[in-house]
């Protein structure tokens, strides 16, 4: 609110407080171009079907329809970037996206750097390891004297609880990969043990490559939701539009399209 610190006149004031109770889409906000207030940009890292992925050269799945969702429920117009999942929470602390959504954990960490919405879905780390492998169980990777190589996307919570629970006591190498789809490919060359990722895209990965299997014990169960620059004015808009579409089964319809319930 610039125009108020300049010392204008009372008529000028009492003019642009009606615009502004009038309400007109933030337009009375000087530092924002026209174009930008009405442009959703979405940074999310599209190799994690089925919450983002690639279907030709479009961005498609449950976190990529959500948005659009939002988008127009707010009359905005709708853009996808498409960047390495660790760089999502930069692009959003430095503006050049207005949210990330990426199948994004909220964590004590994340929440130092970005706001989040309300959780739309509930994500579970899984373990993916190749059929007869020693590993039977999420124990056997905390077990005494463990030695596992563990594949996980760089970033990702997966990444973050193997590091700090297994690598950083000695129990694990944890081997970084720019997509979890690499981290499963080096699993099927026995390059790694096992993969700690999401469930969803586990069950996608393990369908698409021979002699995996996901292990029935879980590593951690989290809340997947939207993050936003800290105090953004976008963060109580795209929430109140997620929550609606929440509320009226939006929300459930779109997961419902690309998860077959069991
Ligand atoms: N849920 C995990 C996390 O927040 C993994 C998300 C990975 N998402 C992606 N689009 N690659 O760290």
Redesign the pocket.
Known sequence: MKKFMKGLLATTMVFAMMTSLVGCGGGSEAEAPADETATLVMA?????PP??FYEGDAIVGI?AEIGAAIAEKLGMDFVIEDME?DAIIPAVTSGKASFGM????V?EERLQSVDFSDSYAK?V?VVIVAEGSAITSVDDLFAEGASNVIGV?T??????YSTWDLEDAGLATVERFN??ADAVLALTQGKVDCVV??NE?AKEFVAANEGLVILDTEYAV?D?AICFAKDSELTAQVNGALQELIADGTVQAIIDTYISAE
Request: hydrophobic share 25%.
């Open positions: 999310t890292n599209a190799a994690f919450y983002e976190d999942f990426a199948g994004m954990t964590t994500g780390q996307q970033g990702t919570t997966g990444d973050l997509k979890g990722i999401d895209p989290e997947y």
